[in-house]
């Protein structure tokens, strides 16, 4: 396993941060099985990813207990983890959002279930409408200067948004979002004409999720398959892949795949890894087999010419078309 700053700061995490969202049983998608869930973590642990994702929204806190309770097997001193805020927990008033009582309240909630003293990254999962910037680096602030979070980052929102944390941090003195978890990948680049060029200048960390696209880059599917044929993980959000860009993408990465002898997965992730902005995709592995034929991706090493080939079929765009 490789090691990376996280952005401008000091902290150190593997090249691949491993996702959680689907550890726990609320969706027919996810693993639904906790202890294979565990024996999973703790396979990534054993391979030296020392940087874990999760939120208090996936399966209602159950993917951080799951998470928690391999934790304290470990040295907590090399491990990094991160978890999220914004989702409704509970119906009902305070239930969601970006108040200072709903971060503080699921900060302190989400520290109980992963069972530590502090989470390392803490972060927004989306932008708030309803509440002011402010009032959310206030709570934010607080909890750095309480100790009970070391670093705070955001996830998915426009340029403007967050260009409008960032400098409102600056201006007010609030602690500063240090990264930016994107949906990013070979054939989502949306993002490369809006919130990557941002945390380029303000050398912010990019820890993509959505790596492989939704298995679209893993080679999952071939043209004239039917994305809603029955499998538990097809739905609308593959579906919309679909296109003869993407095939175009698919295609150059199943072709270097083939050269290198690696997998389209592989070659995914290392193109990612390729691109100067990203810190650490987030893969969210179902499987063992799955995890380490990822965390091989770690040694690949694309030539300017490979890069190319997967990048040439698209043009990015944003916001992106078809979608709101």
Known sequence: MRYTALGSTGLEVSTLC???MNFGSSEPWMMNDAEASRELLRRALDLGINFVDTANAYSAGESEEIVGSVLDSYRRDELVVATKVFFDMH???NGGGLSKKHI?????ASLDRLGVEYIDLYQIHRWDEETPIEETLEALTYLVDEGYVRYIGASTMANWQFQKALYTADIEGYERFVCMQPEYNAVDRHEEANLLPVCESEDIGVIPWSP???GFLAG???RG???TAGRATDDEYTADRFTEENWAVLDAVRDIAA???ATPAQVSLAWLLE??????PIIGPRTIDHLEEDIDAVTLSLSDEECARIAEPKYPQWPVPGKD
């Open 18 to 20: 491993l996702g959680t």
């Open 91 to 93: 119906d009902g008033p």
């Open 104 to 108: 503080i309240d699921q900060c302190h």
């Open 212 to 214: 492989l696209g939704g």
């Open 220 to 222: 999952k599917y071939d």
């Open 225 to 227: 398959d039917e994305p």
């Open 259 to 261: 050269e290198n002898d």
């Open 275 to 280: 691109q100067d902005v990203v810190d650490a």
